[in-house]
C-alpha cells in the first residue's frame, strides 16, 4: 500500500509546496512518451495525475506502465468517471463535484466505482471538487452538466468546501477547468486556505510560472499543471 495522503499531509505540515503535472491519456502519443517523461523527470513536480472529463483511449493501462519504467512519481487518477480506472496507478482521487448537484458526479459514478476500486489495491483519496468560474464554458462543465461557482461569490465558495471537509473528504480541490481563460481567484484560494484543515489543491488556468508561485503564495498546498504543459513540454525549463 502506497501513502501518497499522508506524504502530502506531512508536507502541508512541513510547508512544503507540491507539484502535479495532468496528463490527458487522449492527448498522449506513446511515440514521444520518452521525451515526455524526460520532460516531467527534469520538472519539479512530485506528482503525476492521469485523467479528463471524457476519456476515450483505450491504451491508460500501457501509458502507465511505460510512465513507470522511467520515473519514480508517485501516479494518481484523476478520474472523469468509472471507466479511467487502472490499477497500475498508485492512487486515485475518489471525487465528489461539490460544487455542482447533478447526482451523477455526486455520488452515482462513485457507486459504480466501489466495486471496481474494491479489486485493486490503489490508495483511495476522497476529494471534495470544486468546479470555479473561469471566464468560458469548461470540458468539466459540458460532461457534468453543472455551474460553475461564482468566482466573486467568496462565502459560497467557502461554505462548500468546509462543507466538503465536514463530510470526510480528505482534499479540496478548486478548479479552473482545462484551458481556463482566468485562473481561480488569488483572494479565493487565500480564503479557504485560511479556513479549512485538510490540504488545498488549485487547478485550472495557470499558464505560465508565476503563476504557481502566485498559487502557493496564497495558501495552495498542491498546484496541477495541465494544458500548460501540454501545450509546451518546456514549460517548466529556465
Known amino acids: 500500500m502506497t501513502n501518497i495522503y499522508n506524504e502530502i499531509i506531512q508536507s502541508k505540515v512541513e510547508r512544503q509546496k507540491l507539484l502535479a503535472i495532468l496528463l490527458d491519456p487522449d492527448k498522449v502519443v506513446l511515440e514521444n512518451l520518452p521525451i515526455l517523461i524526460s520532460k516531467i523527470n527534469q520538472s519539479p513536480a512530485t506528482h503525476i495525475f492521469i485523467g479528463g472529463s ?27 468517471n468509472p471507466s479511467q480506472i487502472s490499477a497500475k496507478a498508485d492512487a486515485i482521487l475518489f471525487l465528489s463535484l461539490i460544487s455542482g448537484r447533478n447526482p451523477d458526479y455526486l455520488i452515482e459514478h462513485q457507486v459504480k466505482a466501489a466495486p471496481i476500486l474494491k479489486q485493486t489495491k490503489l490508495e483511495i483519496i476522497s476529494t471534495g471538487y470544486i468546479l470555479i468560474d473561469s471566464g468560458t464554458e469548461t470540458a468539466v462543465e459540458r460532461v457534468s452538466k453543472t455551474k460553475p461557482l461564482d468566482r466573486s461569490n467568496l462565502d459560497l465558495v467557502l461554505g462548500t468546501a468546509q462543507a466538503g471537509e465536514m463530510l470526510g473528504n480528505k482534499l479540496i480541490y478548486l478548479e479552473a477547468g482545462s484551458g481556463a481563460k482566468q485562473a481561480v481567484p488569488l483572494e479565493m484560494i487565500k480564503l479557504l486556505a485560511q479556513n479549512i484543515e485538510i490540504p488545498l489543491l488549485v487547478g485550472g488556468g495557470i499558464v505560465d510560472l508565476q503563476g504557481i508561485k502566485n498559487a502557493y503564495d496564497s495558501g495552495a498546498d498542491l498546484v496541477i499543471i495541465g494544458t500548460a504543459f501540454e501545450k509546451d513540454i518546456n514549460f517548466f525549463n529556465p
Not at 491504451?59 to 487518477?77: A, F, G, H, R, T
Open 54 to 80: 471524457h476519456v476515450k483511449t483505450t491504451i491508460l493501462d500501457e501509458l502507465i506502465v511505460k510512465i513507470k519504467q522511467n520515473c519514480n512519481l508517485p501516479i494518481v487518477l484523476f478520474p472523469g
